[in-house]
């Protein structure tokens, strides 16, 4: 987690210097931020089944490989076009690194206090990479001779250690308790396809010739829209022929690459942690990317003078994660992922309203401190809650469609706020300075965090905690996935109503732990009657 988000923010904190170097304008900046996210949050679901299936070591140790070889190639090009395509290729690794590292410590770490640290520690690397790669990336881009060309050297030869720490230390990946293990190639290319074309279309919407109403930039808004829509009616049949493998050709379908009624798990809940950590993203990239700017471009500093001004967010991530580990088996998760993310649009708002003469003190030190509870606080008990929902052969996919929101939230809130902001700025007159403009698009951040926080207060207001204060209690293998399913089942039964039944209710609101045991059901879910694994 470390390596990759060293290579993700590294770059940013060089952006105006690649601007002057490459003579690009502000929409052109920021395709360069959009291209990772772009193919990660893409690739993410293909890599994370692809890790669940052939082992999550292999997968890891590829991407790394991969992650490594294009961040090299990323110090090289004089044309901004070249730098978009390799920064995609960069994400590719990052899309393979990451669903499989969260698959390996779910599989490693049964429910207990030890898994609620070890996914607080790996959500951790994201403040450790973050303040290790803006540091480092703003020292060698205003000391070195190669400016932001060195950062990538670095990250490059960090990367390809990773790579062989991981071939060293992590365990061979034990036997799939999954029976076909064929791969779902349709699917994975129309919800590729589908998502490549949004998030193209969102990062060049602004620098398209006549912007959002240029004709090809509708054409495949449309096409990117239709593809995901025939994805998800293309995992729906295959989901039916799975549950009912009686069906006439059902054995010619391969497991659909993700199950639809993942996202009905815990009666929505596990759908409304994924629009959580989109909206929440949304507002902190956002956050952070104007920040960036506003600091370099409006107020004049250095790189390093914002590394300075932003060290205090990178403090309060690492404090964040440790708290989780620590009590996430004592606080509600209501507390965490709405608190995080209300924390998260204060920091927007601060710098909605900032006057550029006041004292750090006032305004950016405790935007920065603040900044990154929502990030922290949902992505660590975001991934600890869906974890509990996935089976053990879904671990991987779960995380990478975590992980798959979280990239397109950073696309999306980018791309929403370079749109405000050019707007606005289109509108200053020319003896005007640009300051409405930026907090125009941190208002916009604002709306972004407020609207996580709300979902986080409705879905997960009687919850209870998400951490397991127990000692590990691994399963039997042989029976590890249809107890899981089980256990998944009982949990989100509904009665014919829709509403939840008398059974499962305790677990969810008034036990102190959603993972309290549930008494058997005679009835429910289609997932509680079918097989746990029918393929």
């Not at 690397?125 to 070195?144: C, D, N, Q, R």
């Not at 109403?213 to 054409?219: E, K, L, R």
């Not at 967010?313 to 965490?336: K, Q, R």
Request: with cysteine; net charge neutral.
């Amino acid at each position: 987690m470390d390596s990759q988000t060293a290579n993700a923010t590294s770059i940013s904190i060089s952006l105006p210097t690649i601007q002057r170097e490459l003579d690009l304008t502000p929409a052109q900046i920021q395709w360069i931020v959009s291209a990772y996210p772009l193919s990660s949050g893409c690739l993410f679901l293909v890599f994370g089944r692809l890790a669940d299936v052939y082992g999550r070591k292999l997968v890891f140790t590829i991407g790394t490989l991969i992650l490594a070889i294009f961040t090299l190639a990323c110090a090289f090009p004089n044309k901004v076009i070249t730098l978009d395509v390799l920064r995609g290729l960069q994400g590719i690794g990052a899309a393979a690194v990451i669903p499989a590292s969260l698959g390996i410590l779910a599989n490693a770490f049964p429910p207990s206090r030890a898994r609620s640290l070890a996914f607080a520690t790996f959500a951790a690397g994201a403040p450790i990479g973050a303040v290790f790669g803006t540091a480092v990336s703003g020292a060698l881009t205003e000391y070195s001779k190669q400016t932001w060309r060195s950062s990538f050297y670095l990250m490059s030869g960090l990367t390809l250690l990773c790579c062989l720490g991981g071939l060293v230390s992590i365990d061979r990946d034990p036997a799939s308790e999954e029976k076909d293990k064929r791969i779902d190639w349709i699917g994975a290319f129309l919800v590729t396809a589908g998502l490549v074309l949004i998030v193209f279309v969102l990062s060049q919407g602004e620098i398209a010739p006549d912007k959002w109403a240029t004709p090809y930039i509708i054409v495949l808004l449309i096409l990117g829209v239709c593809l995901v829509g025939v994805f998800l009616y293309w995992q729906h049949i295959l989901e039916r022929a799975q549950d009912d493998p009686s069906r006439h050709h059902a054995k010619f379908y391969p497991p659909p690459l993700m199950k639809l009624t993942i996202w009905t798990r815990a009666n929505w809940r596990f759908a409304a942690m994924m629009a959580l950590a989109f909206m929440d993203w949304c507002s902190f990239l956002s956050w952070t990317y104007w920040v960036q700017l506003y600091y370099q471009n409006y107020m004049g500093y250095t790189a390093m003078q914002t590394v300075v001004r932003l060290l205090p967010m990178f403090v309060s991530g690492f404090l964040c994660n440790l708290f989780v580990g620590f009590m996430a088996a004592h606080v509600p998760l209501v507390f965490l992922v709405a608190g995080g993310a209300f924390a998260t649009s204060i920091a927007c708002l601060l710098f909605a309203i900032i006057k550029p003469g006041t004292t750090y003190w006032a305004y950016a030190f405790n935007a920065s401190y603040i900044s990154v509870f929502g990030a922290d606080f949902v992505f660590s008990s975001g991934t600890l809650f869906i974890a509990k929902f996935a089976l053990p052969h879904e671990q991987s996919v779960a995380g990478a469609l975590f992980n798959t929101m979280t990239q397109l939230g950073t696309a999306v809130g980018v791309t929403v706020t370079t749109v405000v902001f050019n707007r606005i700025s289109e509108r200053i007159p020319s003896n005007e300075d640009n300051l409405r403009a930026y907090r125009a698009a941190q208002w916009t951040a604002f709306a972004f965090g407020l609207v996580a926080t709300v979902l986080g207060v409705i879905f997960f207001r009687n919850v209870g905690v998400v951490g397991d204060r127990s000692p590990p209690k691994p399963q039997a293998p042989a029976d590890s996935i249809s107890a899981h399913e089980k256990g998944i089942s009982n949990t989100t039964a509904q009665d014919a109503d829709g509403e939840e039944t008398a059974t499962n209710t305790p677990a969810l609101t008034r036990s102190p732990s959603i993972e309290k045991p549930i008494p058997p059901r005679t009835t429910g879910s289609a997932e509680a009657r079918s097989p746990a694994v029918s393929s």
